[in-house]
Each structure stands twice: as C-alpha cells, then as structure tokens.
C-alpha cells in the first residue's frame, strides 16, 4: 500500500481498507530488511511511530483527518525533533536530543503524518554526496556503489528505496534537487522564506530553505502545502496567503513557455545526462509547451559567490557550537579557550571546519569587501538575470546535475571538485527561487537523470503542475530500484 | 591568491579550532584551492551594483513586547554537558 500515491493511501485509509499502524509496520519493515544496504537512517523511532499511527487512526474514525493523516514520512535530521535524536549528521550533536520541534515538525505531527524515523545527511548539510556523515555514508538504492547525492541524501535514498512515501529535506546550494535527481525521484526547493526555518539548525541563513521529496509531484504538492506558512519564530519568514500546492496540478502544458538557458546546455553536461534532459524537454513540447532560449551570462559565479557566502554565514552560525550548552565537549582542556577549541576540533569533521575557515576568512578584518560583499554584489546579478530571463518564460528546465551519481569516495579528496557539481543548482539559492527535480530518465549505469525546473518568486503550485503534467505522460517517476533485502 | 601556514594558524585560532600540527599544510593546500575557485568572482565588474543580502529584501518585523516563552530552563539544561543548581559550568575564568 506504501507503493501508492498519496491520494489512494488517504483514500484506503478513510474506507478503512488499511490502518495507519498498518502502513506504519510496513514502513519499519521496510526499514529493517532494506536500509542495512542503503544507512539512510540515523535513527529509527519505532515507538513513536506507533503511537502516531495509533492516533491518526483515531482521528480517521473521528473522521478528522487531512491528506496527510496517517502517512509514514522521514524527518532530514537537521530538523529538531522533541524527544528524539537530533544529530545533524555530526560527532558534535551525536548525543543530542532536542528539547523542542522543529516549526515543520510541528505542522506535520499536527496534520497527522506519522514520522518513523530521521534521515542521513552530510554534516550540518554542507555536501553534495552524504559522504560527510557522522554516521557513515549513504548508499545510493540503484547502486550501492554510487553517492545518492547530498546533504539531504538520506531522504531521498529512502524514499527511492519506497521505504517511506515522502520526506522532508532542505536546500542551500542544491540539497533537495540533486540528491532527489542522483536517486530517481521528485525534489521541491521552494522560495525562500516561505518554509519556515525555525528549529532547523542552521548553515547558511540566508539560503537555507525547507524542501520536500515524493515519487511524484502530485505528492511533493502534498507535502509541500502542510509545511509553508508563516512562522513569527523565523524573522524571514513571509507574511502572506500561501497558495495550494496542489492548485496547478490540473492545468495543461499547452502555452506554457519554458525557457532553456543557453549556458546551462553550452558545456559541462556528461552526454548521458544531456540524452535525457533533451528527450524530457522534447516531452514537455509535445504536451503542448513552446521552447524558448533565455540567458544567464552570471551563472557560472553562482558556484564562487556561493562558496563565499555559504561558509561566511556558516561560521557565524557554527560558532554557538562551544561545549557549553548543548554538544560535544572535549574531556581534557586547560582552560576555557582550549575547551572551546578542542571541542570543535574533535566535534566538527573536516569539511565543516574547512568551511567554517573560509567563512572566517571572508569575514576577517580587511577582506570582508573583497570577498563577503563582492560575492553579494554578484549574486544581485544573478537574481537579475534570473529576472530577465522570466521576462520571455515562464518557467526554466535544464539538468539539475552534470552527471549520474558518481562512485562513493570518488570526490572526496577534492573539495573542489565536489563544489563543481552544484553548477546548476546553487543559482536558485542564491536568487532565492523556487526549483524541483524530477525523474527524467537514465544515464550511465542505469542510473537516474534529473529535469530541473526552476519557477519566479512563489510559483510552485505552476512548477508542480508542469511535473504533474509530465509525470501523467511518462513513466520515469513510477521506476523504482531493487535493494536487496536482509 | 594564496594563504600562507601562519595565515592559517591566525583563522584557525580566530575560529576557535584546534588544528594538529599534522593537518595545517593539508589544510593549506585545500583553502587555497578553495580559493583559486573563489578568485574567479574577482573578473567581474560589479561597480555600482548594490550587494543583496537577502531575496526578498525584508525589513525585520517588530512585536509587542509582551512574554511568549515559559520558563523550560530543566529540558534546556538537560542537554548541557556540565550544570549545576542552574548554572551552565565552565572551567574558572576569572583567578
């Protein structure tokens, strides 16, 4: 039953053909027999879970229920969760439980979904392979060999892998799209500040945004419209009427205009990638969409105006991380200084602290023009030509990735290389624009391509549509990948 | 641009990070790879362009100054790693 769309799942649980702990077992079963293959759990809550599910099945007799009443769903671990594991991925909140949920945490468990556990993610969300987790790597379901894409790979390795229907996630350079490209199935990043981010720990503030993952953007919609909404708690958050997610989803392709941006399909596209984006884009014009080229001379400073930026506000953010209050902290030290320096040092892995030392850098007296506001300056011109562009279109695709996942350690003695390969994602951040991924088909390997689509400020009931639209007419987002079981 | 080790010292400690001697010139080099991608920002010309610290340019919200938070200072302090009748413990700053 897990299997089915969302849509089914509340109406069988409504006719009572299923119970919400019976959709529950099965998701822990699944768990169990699957994810010693994959590691996309840091922690499994089976108690909790079955008490949820319990009450869901209650408000469903009391006929109280939502859309989401009753559904498994995994929580990204970077969102607190009261009284369960909260670890970031990191040594340094290994032991940490937080005595608060997350504002997204809180929605959900109110509309009923029933969380079994918290997903795998690089530490502090700062990676594009989920390589850099505390608790070892994930594996990517269609082949064990491969990265699933990162930092929220543990969310979306679990639902490729059908253990839950949908998860949450979170996207700073490219955190939802890329893992949900690299694992084969339907990612949304939505516009900044409409998910709010209190008790989702912090990376870089002014980027970091909520996402949600599904096998299909009907219930990426789903999702998506239980967990937007203003939050007095985030001061970014926006005070406005947010739309159904769902509102678009029976709109035609026909008329819509989609811009293909020429710098995207120039170079840097491996030709697998490139077959599928193609024929994916040749789908969408045969539903009735026109083609147009757009421009975005300034998108190949979205990677160096990002590793500005990001690690600037990351180690501004990281600095709470003290072994005072909460966290790590170190057993030998002579003093306060060398507690605080000895508990990060053994607390944070190293791409965190090489993170945290850019960031310091760019921050420190005399650079701070030449590299905090420069990479500012530049990432005004993105978001105008991102402007620009939406003047002739009306949504962007392009890939979401370069390539298929790669192997697992295949990048990780290269920074740099790794920061390559948010070429196509780290833009929309730095915008601040709504942007999906969706199955497109396969590359190399048999494995999984992505579509990017990427929609003005507060379209994603439009982009959701037009992933709807395609996913009615093709079947890539139905592929699931075999894990073998123990 | 590159960063030379006592550069690296002098952030490291500015960070608050203890770096074993063993790590610093691995370290280096990768900063400073780091920072050839980085230097590619440098190219463009951005005079008269106004930074954007943020996309949707808000001013931050003001609200009633009433309280909205409960005293929950045990389940607060129950995740630290030293307290005492209250108190955060740290070791002795002040001789």
Known sequence: MIDSSLKDIAAALRAKTVSAVELATDSLARIAARDGQINAFVTVDRDGALAAARAADARIAAGDAGPLTGIPLAHKDVFCTEGVLTTCGSKMLANFTSPYDAHVVSLLKAAGAVMVGKTNMDEFAMGSSNESSHSGPTRNPWDTSKVPGGSSGGSAAAVAARMVPIATGTDTGGSVRQPAALCGITGIKPTYGTVSRFGMIAYASSLDQGGAFARSAEDCALLLSAMMGHDPRDSTSLERSYDDCSAGLGQPLAGLRIGLPKEFFAEGMSADVRAAVDAAIAEYRKLGATLVEVSLPNARLAIPAYYVIAPAEASSNLSRFDGVRYGHRAAEYTDLNDMYCKSRAEGFGAEVKRRILVGTYVLSHGYYDAYYIKAQKLRRLIAQDFAAAFEHCDIIAGPTTPTVAYGLGEKTADPVQMYLGDIYTVAVNLAGLPGLSHPAGFGAGGLPVGLQLIGDYFSEARLLGAAHQFQQATDWHTRAPTVQEA | ?95
């Open chain 2, 1 to 95: 641009m590159s960063l030379s080790l006592d550069e690296v010292r002098h952030i490291a400690k500015l960070a608050r990070l203890e770096l074993a001697a063993g790590e610093l010139e691995a370290t280096q080099a990768k900063l400073n790879g780091i920072f050839s991608l980085i230097e590619e920002m440098q190219a463009v010309n951005t005079d008269g362009v106004e930074p954007m610290s943020h996309p949707q340019e808000l001013a931050q919200r003001l609200r009633p100054d009433v309280v909205t938070e409960t005293d929950r200072r045990a389940a607060f302090q129950a995740v630290a790693p030293q307290t005492e009748a209250g108190l955060y413990l740290v070791p002795k700053v002040i001789e």
